[in-house]
């Protein structure tokens, strides 16, 4: 499976941006898919995910800001993200856990930059 995100630039503190993942196949049947983000000499860190029924988790960060949502139809994951902070600027990547549970997949980031 090939992971693309998109949807990363420059935003002022408050602002809002909506990063969206496609995917090479369908995500119907998959186990979960999520957002992660990373700063250079931090480890990746989870900032949302749905699973296949579409149960949300959020981190604390990202709890009452962030959105996460797909569209099995378009095999697409989105992350809508408001009232971005300076400490939200990261990479951020998108995951796919496939049906059995084992063995994910990673796309390669995107850039959220968030200007004070």
């Known amino acids: 499976v090939q992971l693309q995100a998109s949807g990363g630039g420059l935003v002022q503190s408050g602002g809002s941006l909506r990063l969206s993942c496609a995917a090479s196949r369908s995500i119907f049947s998959v186990n979960s898919m999520g957002w992660y983000r990373q700063v250079p000499g931090k480890e990746r860190e989870l900032v949302a995910r749905?699973?296949?029924?579409?149960?949300?988790h959020y981190s604390d960060s990202a709890k009452g800001r962030f959105t996460i949502s797909k569209d099995n139809a378009k095999n697409m994951l989105y992350l809508q993200m408001n009232s971005l902070q300076p400490d939200d600027t990261a990479v951020y990547y998108c995951?796919?856990?496939?049906?059995?549970?084992?063995?994910?997949?990673w796309g390669k980031g995107t850039q959220v930059t968030v200007s004070s």
């Open positions: 749905i699973t296949r029924g579409g149960t949300t």
């Open positions: 995951n796919l856990l496939p049906f059995s549970g084992h063995g994910d997949y």
